[in-house]
């Protein structure tokens, strides 16, 4: 969808419908999580020193932040919207209708459930069903039609309000499965369904918004993020680093040349294969909920002073095989796109489609599978073309050139003062030690913290906080 189109029918009716009422027990409910909100944001400011001054000084950081006032949802929407949404969502009615479930979905992540903080994901289908919505990704294969984006159960029509958001949020998977958010003329907005995103598509022409913790939300259309809010503010959306041609883009890309030799034509062939097994690597790590390290060497043997993982593989490129081997199904079933349409060839072409298919979950799989190495002590360690050292890795290093964080993909915007390791332990100094002494890639999964890519540049290292839209 162009960013000139008109606004779909469904999204229209979202903005006339009575959206949602609340009871005096919610209002009352409304006014203490938001005095508990504001007292929360202001004790999180003194944490954000270092991000706010670097702002201030980079005059290429998007200046997307106020950091002297703490608003709700609502309240920075028409801001983001301004600068990443598709003109029909900058409508005053579809704003409003938008900024009254961010602030719904903002109370209701402040609230917890026999202990535990609600993680609330919801889809809003714009102009179709949920069931109707295909994939909308640039990286889509040309010839192959477009995949279904959601998997619905529909369910009884719940009104929209905390309580349900709260109950119903159980019965959800964080990052597979959302709550569909659909209009009705007479009730409002109603809670119609759990779909499942189809994990290969970009989620279609839907609206997705995300409460990965408490007070922070995350509101997403197609493959891209429009509007981060955490801590009371509008944070900047991190950068795709992983599809995004950039530093690190450029990188992994480099780290695979021989893999993708085969890849002649970008367009017809999946080159874009390793960004995504990286890219998935890396949410499977993040998954565990144990924290992580994924290291990746530019040489394929190790030096003798180096000792190799604990857990090594027997058969290291097991994941490039795979690779291969969609790789030459792909080919098949692109000879067969382009013969003369006849029985025969249908059915050749219905062979070597599954084929591709089959290989292709195959690499998923197996990439999932490696992404659970990073749930063991000391690191998953890679070589070039996804070569598999082992896990267990341990960093005998010591040395760190100076950290310093990049918030695009190209390197241009840089914070002006070095990162300090002093708030984290081992596992970012180990990281940080192998970057400096091998020229090679890093990534962290912390407990507490944001995902984060390390890169050598030369006599420093750049790093830069992974956010996925969806999480």
Avoid at 279 to 301: E, F, N, Y
Wanted: with cysteine.
């Amino acid at each position: 969808m162009t960013a000139t189109e008109a606004p779909p029918p469904t999204l229209h009716s979202v903005a006339s419908a009575n959206h949602f009422t609340r009871t005096p027990n919610q209002r009352r409910f409304h006014n203490q999580q938001a005095h508990n909100a504001s007292r929360r944001a202001q004790r999180a400011k003194s944490k954000t020193s270092h991000r706010q001054h670097a702002t201030r000084n980079d005059t290429s950081a998007p200046a997307t932040q106020n950091m002297n006032s703490i608003l709700y949802p609502r309240d920075h929407l028409q801001e983001a919207l301004k600068l990443r949404a598709p003109t029909w969502l900058k409508q005053p009615d579809l704003v409003k209708a938008l900024g009254d479930i961010l602030d719904l979905l903002f109370f209701a992540s402040l609230s917890t459930e026999e202990g535990e903080s609600i993680r609330v994901q919801v889809a809003i289908p714009t102009g179709h069903t949920i069931e109707d919505i295909f994939d909308t990704s640039e990286f889509r294969d040309p010839g192959e039609p477009p995949q279904h984006a959601w998997l619905p159960i529909p369910i009884i029509p719940q009104p929209l309000n905390i309580d349900t958001l709260i109950k119903l949020s159980m019965a959800t998977s964080f990052g597979r499965t959302s709550l569909v958010i659909t209009p009705d003329e007479s009730a409002g907005l109603q809670i119609t369904g759990i779909a499942r995103r189809n994990p290969k598509t970009n989620g279609g022409d839907a609206l997705r918004i995300s409460a990965s913790a408490p007070g922070a939300l995350s509101l997403v259309f197609g493959d891209t993020e429009i509007m981060r809010y955490e801590r009371g503010q509008l944070a900047n959306p991190a950068p795709n680093i992983f599809y995004t041609d950039g530093l690190v883009r450029q990188a992994i890309r480099s780290s695979l040349k021989n893999l993708l030799a085969d890849v002649k034509d970008q367009i017809l062939m999946p080159g874009y294969i390793g960004d995504r097994v990286f890219d998935r690597l890396v949410r499977g790590m993040s998954a565990t909920g144990r924290g992580g390290l994924i290291l990746v060497h530019p040489q394929t043997a190790l030096d003798h002073d180096t000792e190799p993982p604990k857990y090594g593989l027997s058969d290291p490129n097991i994941l490039a095989s795979k690779i291969h081997s969609y790789f030459g199904t792909s080919k098949t079933w692109l000879n067969t796109v382009f013969r003369e349409e006849d029985e025969e060839s249908s059915e050749e072409r219905a062979r070597a489609h599954n084929e591709r298919v089959l290989a292709e979950s195959i690499v998923d799989e197996i990439t999932d599978d490696v992404s659970r190495l990073t749930a063991m002590d000391g690191a998953l360690l890679l070589g070039p073309d996804l070569q598999i050292f082992g896990a267990g890795f341990k960093v005998s290093k010591s040395y760190t050139f100076p950290l310093y964080e990049v918030f695009d993909v190209t390197g241009q915007s840089v914070a002006p003062e070095a990162y300090s390791l002093d708030t984290h332990g081992t596992r970012h100094r180990a990281a940080a030690a192998f970057v400096t002494a091998t020229g090679g890639l890093a990534f962290i999964a912390s407990q507490d913290g944001p995902l984060k890519c390390l890169l050598n540049d030369g006599n420093r290292i750049l790093f830069w906080k992974i956010r996925f839209p969806d999480a």
